[in-house]
C-alpha cells in the first residue's frame, strides 16, 4: 500500500472537508476472506453487546483447509481475531443476557463471553456425533424468561431447552418436522411462547405452530393462509397484531396476530426486513435485503428506495444495530455507515453464465502508463479510441472469474477485486485494483474524506474475482499463479501514480530495472 500511503500525505490539508460519497464498503480483515454461506434465509452477523460478530477465513494453501475466525465490528472499527471452529451467526449464534454467547451446531455448542477466551463445547443433543449425520439445527436460538431454545431436526424436530445458561440440557419432542431450510424458531409477538414454522415436506403445505409449554404441545396459529416457503416471521414492534411473513416470491402481513395473511404489492423474494426507529418527529424506516441488493422505506413500505450503492446485484441480508447498518451476500461482510448508500447495485451475470475471463492489458506509451480490463466490451472500446487516442495491447494477460465466481467454484475462496479510478484533470489519470477488502475500504473512506475538487481514488466498482494472497505458506492455490503489483513511484517523481499488473516475474524484474516498485502478490490468477 505504499503508493496509497503517498495520496494520504498529500491529501491531509483537506480533511477539515468532507465529500460524504455514500456507498456500500467492504467489511473484512487483511488476509481474510469474509463470507456467511447463501444469505436466503436471512442469514446474517450475530449482534452482541460488544458489537456485530463477523466470521472469516484465513486460507491455508497447502493443506487445502480454511481457518475460521472471528472479528467483532463496532462503530470504531474491526477488532480481534480469535481463532474460532464454526462460525457464528444470527442463524446459529445468541447471546445471554449476562453477555454470554452461544454458537450451535447441529450436535453441541460453543460457549464464551470475549473474543480471546477459552472455547468451553458441550454436546446439548446427547447424540453421537459420527453417527447421526442427517441431523441439522433448525436455528435461530431463542430465548425466552431465561430459557435458551435450539431445536434439532431429521424427520421429526427435538427441542433442546437449558434454564441454567447452557450448563445443562433437556429435550422435547415436538411430533412434527420444522425443518433446517429456514429460520424456524422464534418468540411469539408478545415474547412469551415460542412460534414454529412447520417444514414443507412430503408435499404438506408449511403452516405456523405455537407452544405455551416449553415445545410438549403444539397450536396451529394460521387458519391455512400461511403463505408456501416462507423464510421467517418478522414482526411489527409498534403493533403485536401486525406480523411479516418473508418469502422467495414475496412479503405477506397477517393483522391478526398471525392468523390470516394475505399478500403485498411486493412480491420480489425477500431475505430480511428490518424496522429502525429514529427518535422523536422521525419516521421509522424500514429496510429489506433483496435478491438485487437492499432497499429501505420511510412510508411504511408504501414506497422503497434502492440503497445498494457499492453492492452486487445479488441476494442480500441485512441487520441493525448499535448505529450500524451490515448487509451480507455470498461475497461478504458491507457496511452503510449512514444509511445514504442511494442507487442501484452493480450489474453481473446469472451465476449460469459465470466463467473464467481474460484480464487483457493495455498501454499507452506517452502517459506511460498500464490499464487491464475483464470487460471484452470495454477492451473492444479502448480498441476503437473510445479511450483516447495511443492505448494498444501489449500482448499480456491472466484469467480471472466473472464477478460473483463461477457455478463450479466455491465461492468461499473468492474475492472481488475493487476497481478505483482518479479523475483526467485532478489526477491521478489511472486506475488501481485491489482484492483487499481492508485496502478497498480504506480508500473508500478517504474517498469520503476529500473534497470533489482535490486529488483522490474514486470507486468505480468491482472489476472480476480472484483467489485471494494467502497470509502465509504458498500464497496461491494450486490450479492458479501469482499476479504481482508494480509501482511507478509516481508521488516521489511528480507524476502520475500508475500500476501495473503481471504474472510473469521476468517482467517485474524490468519493470524494477526501469525504476518501478516490486509491490509483491497482488492477487491470485486462476489458470484453469
Known amino acids: ?94 447471546e445471554l443476557p449476562d453477555g454470554k454467547k452461544f454458537s450451535f451446531n447441529r450436535y453441541g455448542l460453543w460457549s464464551w463471553y470475549e473474543l480471546d477466551d477459552e472455547l468451553i463445547y458441550t454436546n446439548y443433543s446427547g447424540n453421537d456425533t459420527l ?4 441431523k441439522a439445527e433448525t436455528g435461530p436460538p431463542v430465548i425466552i424468561d431465561g430459557t435458551v431454545y435450539i431445536g434439532n431436526t431429521y424427520f421429526s424436530t427435538v427441542i433442546y431447552y437449558s434454564d441454567d445458561n447452557g450448563v445443562t440440557w433437556n429435550q422435547r419432542q415436538t411430533g412434527f418436522a420444522i425443518g433446517a431450510d429456514r429460520l424456524n424458531l422464534l418468540k411469539n409477538p408478545e415474547g412469551t411462547n415460542l412460534w414454529a414454522i412447520k417444514s414443507e415436506r412430503f408435499e404438506e403445505p408449511g403452516s405456523l405452530w405455537e407452544s405455551p409449554d416449553r415445545g410438549e404441545s403444539w397450536a396451529r396459529v394460521d387458519d391455512g393462509s400461511f403463505p408456501a416457503f416462507t423464510m421467517r416471521v418478522v ?59 437492499v432497499r429501505m422505506s420511510t ?30 451476500s455470498s461475497s461478504g461482510y458491507y457496511s452503510c455507515e449512514l444509511m445514504d448508500c442511494f442507487g442501484a447495485a452493480q450489474a453481473i451475470l446469472p451465476e449460469e453464465d459465470r466463467g ?23 477492451a473492444n472500446a479502448i480498441d476503437q479510441g473510445v479511450a483516447g487516442p495511443g492505448w494498444v495491447r501489449t500482448g499480456e494477460q491472466f484469467n480471472a472469474w466473472s464477478l460473483g465466481g463461477s457455478s463450479d467454484r466455491d465461492r468461499r475462496q473468492l474475492a472481488d477485486v475493487c476497481r478505483f479510478y482518479g479523475s483526467l484533470k485532478l489526477g491521478p489519470n489511472s486506475h488501481f485494483y485491489s482484492a483487499a477488502s481492508s485496502e478497498c475500504k480504506f480508500l473508500m473512506d478517504l474517498q469520503d474524506l476529500i473534497p470533489d475538487d482535490k ?19 504458498p500464497p496461491c492455490p494450486e490450479d492458479a499463479i501469482p499476479v504481482y503489483r508494480a509501482y511507478n513511484n509516481g508521488f516521489a517523481l511528480g507524476i502520475d501514480s500508475n500500476h501495473r499488473y503481471m504474472t510473469d516475474p521476468d517482467l517485474v524484474d524490468e ?4 525504476g518501478w516498485i516490486d509491490e509483491g502478490i497482488a492477487f491470485c490468477s486462476p489458470v484453469n
Open 1 to 94: 500500500m505504499r503508493s496509497i500511503k503517498l495520496l494520504v500525505a498529500i491529501t491531509g490539508l483537506f480533511l477539515s472537508s468532507v465529500a460524504l460519497a455514500g456507498q456500500w464498503k467492504p467489511l473484512c480483515i487483511e488476509g481474510g476472506v469474509c463470507n456467511l454461506g447463501s444469505p436466503s434465509i436471512g442469514v446474517g452477523p450475530l449482534l452482541t453487546s460488544q458489537g456485530f460478530l463477523l466470521n472469516y477465513k484465513v486460507i491455508d494453501y497447502s493443506s487445502s483447509t480454511f481457518v475460521n475466525k472471528l472479528i467483532l465490528s463496532t462503530p470504531e472499527g474491526l477488532t480481534g481475531p480469535s481463532s474460532f471452529k464454526g462460525g457464528a451467526s444470527d442463524l446459529s449464534s445468541i
Open 131 to 134: 453417527n447421526s449425520r442427517m
Open 235 to 293: 414482526h411489527d414492534p409498534r403493533n403485536l397484531d401486525r406480523s411479516y411473513a418473508l418469502t422467495n416470491h414475496g412479503l405477506y402481513l397477517s393483522l391478526d396476530r398471525g392468523v390470516s395473511w394475505q399478500e403485498t404489492e411486493f412480491i420480489e423474494a425477500i431475505h430480511s426486513l428490518l424496522f429502525i426507529e429514529r427518535g422523536t418527529g422521525h419516521s421509522r424506516l424500514v429496510v429489506i435485503g433483496t435478491d438485487t441488493g
Open 299 to 328: 412510508d411504511e413500505m408504501v414506497s422503497w428506495t434502492d440503497i445498494s450503492s457499492g453492492l452486487l446485484a445479488q441476494q442480500h441480508s441485512v441487520v441493525y444495530g448499535d448505529g450500524q447498518l451490515i448487509a451480507t
Open 356 to 378: 473464467l475471463v481474460d484480464v487483457v492489458e493495455f498501454y499507452h506509451p506517452d502517459l506511460d502508463h498500464y490499464f487491464i480490463t475483464a470487460t471484452q466490451e470495454e
Open 455 to 473: 486529488p483522490r481514488w474514486n470507486f468505480e466498482g468491482y472489476a472480476f474475482t480472484v483467489p485471494p494472497v494467502a497470509p502465509s505458506g
Open 511 to 514: 519493470m524494477v530495472e526501469e
